[in-house]
């Protein structure tokens, strides 16, 4: 009897930034749907370290920040050995591919992206070529690895769009060269917003520092900021319009519960705000407990993590030198031996 070759996974890629301490919307909005693909998808998951320097960073500050950030993921639950994690500076590919991709993105589609909009604004005194051509290195880390899906939110689906026109536009240039990758949105903690402006998305930036919970955060503080979260004056748990605070908190503690809306109505019916936010702050401070538990042994042993990120970096540069290759072929480079 013929043995069938079992079906391929699809392969997702994804990067988080190690711009700083890392907070509960990232890992509620993506790490944590990033450890749950780990066993259906093949995984790809970078830090994207050269993302990072588009706004001036104090190298000591960036090396303990992307330290921090690669013991954070390990201890979230990304396992090296079911998946590819490695830092994006440690693999040349993605900013050689990503200077043939600036050829092949016109200046109109550059000018037009969101986030170059508002970090212009934000960073003034330094608006550089890296952060107007930010969204090519983008575009190189996802094509390098024939990605099929990129776990988005909705900040992230116009770069995702210029990926694939970019892809597009390469391929019918020469001929089939790139995957074209499709969005993948996660069921759950898609936009954690900030607990004292829920208008706008937690963030490591928030000038309020009651407004963010950092993963990292202890839990006296983890406490008191989900005290001082903003609600309304309905005073009643439940999920409608004009509650943008109470929506909030529903969302985090279903994310962290796995309760529906409809249970936690239940749950707190008759109660106040100030026992729902109390509720969440214990939910969110005994869930991340074995998750600091293990950051702090997996920061304490270099060496360990060290081990880990050489051999992601040498696994994924196998990957990403074979599409490069062939992108510099079709571009008609000439290579630098005879294969």
Known sequence: ??????????????????????????????????????????????????HTITVRQKPADLRHHTLNAY???????????????????????????????????????????????????????????????????????????????????????????????????????YSPTFTLPAAFVGKEGKRIMSLQDPSHKMSK??????????????????MRKFKRAITDSEASVHYGEGKDGINNLMEIYSCITGETFDQIEHDFSGKGYGDFKAAVGEAVIEHLRPIQERFAQYSSDRDYMEQYWNDGAEKAARIANRTLQKVMKKVGFIPPHRS
């Open 205 to 222: 930036s928030d000038e309020n520092v009651n407004g963010c919970v950092y993963v990292l955060d202890k839990p006296d503080d983890i």
């Open 1 to 50: 009897m013929e043995q069938q070759t079992p079906e391929r996974k699809k392969r997702i890629f994804s990067a988080i930034q190690p711009s700083g301490d890392i907070t509960l919307g990232n890992y509620l909005g993506a790490l944590k749907n990033w450890v749950s693909l780990q066993d259906s998808y093949d995984c790809i998951f970078a830090l994207a370290d050269l």
């Open 71 to 173: 013991a954070l993921l390990l201890a979230c639950g990304i396992d090296p050995k079911r998946s590819l994690f490695f830092l994006q500076s440690h693999v040349p590919a993605h900013s050689q591919l990503a200077w043939i991709l600036n050829c092949y993105t016109q200046f109109g589609e550059l000018q037009r992206m969101t986030q170059f909009k508002d970090k212009s604004k934000k960073h003034a005194d330094n608006v550089n070529a890296g952060l107007f051509t930010y969204p090519s290195l983008m575009a190189a880390d996802i094509l390098l690895y024939q990605t099929d899906f990129v776990p988005v939110g909705e900040d992230q689906t116009q770069h995702l769009e210029l990926t694939r026109n970019i892809a597009e536009r390469f391929n019918n240039a």
